[in-house]
């Protein structure tokens, strides 16, 4: 299975795939922003099995591209990586279908620990 990662910010795509190396996740595909995920999980659904979205991207947000995966009945878990850390937005995001929540500066254990749970179904 791939992990598709999400995010406006090439270095920040390169920050969480070298993160997601580490932890020996090596298929991974990218998307620029929430548009992009749709076609990629349009094309190839039934090969991804998580999604790292961030929050503040132009074409289409990863709130809206949340609400529009959930929409269109893909249980594929998401995760939003962002630096939206108010209350209100993390509650906002699971309630529009994002799995978890993961803030913004991040290290890579941060990130081991908060997938752990969706890295086991992804290197299986």
Same mark, same amino acid.
């Given at each position: 299975?791939?992990?598709?990662?999400?995010? *406006?910010?090439?270095? #920040?795509?390169? &920050?969480?795939?070298?993160?997601? !190396?580490?932890?020996? &996740?090596?298929?991974?595909?990218? /998307?620029?922003?929430?548009?992009? =995920?749709?076609?990629?999980?349009?094309?190839? =659904?039934?090969? &991804?099995?998580?999604?790292?979205? *961030?929050?503040?991207?132009?074409? #289409?947000?990863?709130?809206?591209?949340?609400?529009? &995966?959930?929409?269109?009945?893909?249980? $594929?878990? $998401?995760? #939003?990586?962002?630096?939206?850390?108010?209350?209100?937005?993390?509650?906002? /995001?699971?309630?529009?279908? /994002?799995? *978890?929540?993961?803030? !913004?500066?991040?290290?890579? !254990?941060?990130?081991? =620990?908060?997938?752990? !749970?969706?890295?086991? =179904?992804?290197?299986?």
């Amino acid at each position: 299975m791939q992990v598709l990662i999400v995010d *406006d910010s090439q270095i #920040m795509r390169k &920050i969480i795939t070298g993160a997601l !190396k580490k932890l020996g &996740i090596n298929d991974i595909v990218e /998307a620029s922003n929430g548009q992009e =995920a749709l076609d990629v999980l349009a094309k190839d =659904a039934a090969n &991804i099995g998580l999604v790292l979205m *961030d929050w503040n991207m132009p074409t #289409m947000t990863g709130i809206e591209a949340v609400r529009k &995966i959930r929409a269109g009945n893909n249980k $594929v878990p $998401v995760v #939003m990586v962002t630096t939206e850390a108010e209350k209100a937005k993390v509650i906002e /995001a699971i309630k529009s279908g /994002a799995n *978890d929540y993961l803030i !913004k500066p991040f290290n890579p !254990k941060d990130i081991q =620990a908060k997938l752990e !749970k969706f890295l086991q =179904a992804v290197l299986k």
